[in-house]
Nanobody, 122 residues
Framework: QVQVVESGGGLVQPGGSLRLSCAASGNIASIYTMGWYRQAPGKQRELVATITRAGSTNYKDFVKGRFTISRDNAKNTVYLQMDSLKPEDTAVYYC????????????????WGQGTLVTVSS
C-alpha cells in the first residue's frame, strides 16, 4: 500500500558529506512526521532527526550542526544532508514516516524503509 525507499548511502571519508533521500509512494493521502534513524553494528536503532509536515525539525545532539533534515511534500520525499561526517556516523540509516493512507477509507500507518548503509572511513 505504501513503500518508502532510501537512497544516497555509500562510503565517504571523515569530514566528507552525503545526502540521503527517502521517497514514499502508494495510496497516500498525507504524510505527517518523517524521520531518519540509524543503527550501527551491535547497537540499537536510534533517532537522528525528524521533520513535521509544516517543517519543524528536531535533531539529536550528536548530529546538531552537522546534519540537516528537509522535505518536499509535493514529492513525498525527505532528505538528510550529512556534513562533517565522522567514523562514528557509520550505520544503516532508515527512513520512517507516519502516513495517512487511502484504502477503503482512511487509515494511519507507520512505514519504514529498507535502510541505506553509510560508511565513514579513510
Amino acid at each position: 500500500q505504501v513503500q518508502v525507499v532510501e537512497s544516497g548511502g555509500g562510503l565517504v571519508q571523515p569530514g566528507g558529506s552525503l545526502r540521503l533521500s527517502c521517497a514514499a509512494s502508494g495510496n497516500i493521502a498525507s504524510i505527517y512526521t518523517m524521520g531518519w534513524y540509524r543503527q550501527a553494528p551491535g547497537k540499537q536503532r536510534e533517532l537522528v532527526a525528524t521533520i513535521t509536515r509544516a517543517g519543524s525539525t528536531n535533531y539529536k545532539d550528536f548530529v546538531k550542526g552537522r546534519f540537516t533534515i528537509s522535505r518536499d511534500n509535493a514529492k513525498n520525499t525527505v532528505y538528510l544532508q550529512m556534513d562533517s561526517l565522522k567514523p562514528e556516523d557509520t550505520a544503516v540509516y532508515y527512513c520512517n514516516a507516519g502516513v495517512l493512507i487511502v484504502t477503503q477509507g482512511y487509515r494511519n500507518v507507520e512505514v519504514w524503509g529498507q535502510g541505506t548503509l553509510v560508511t565513514v572511513s579513510s
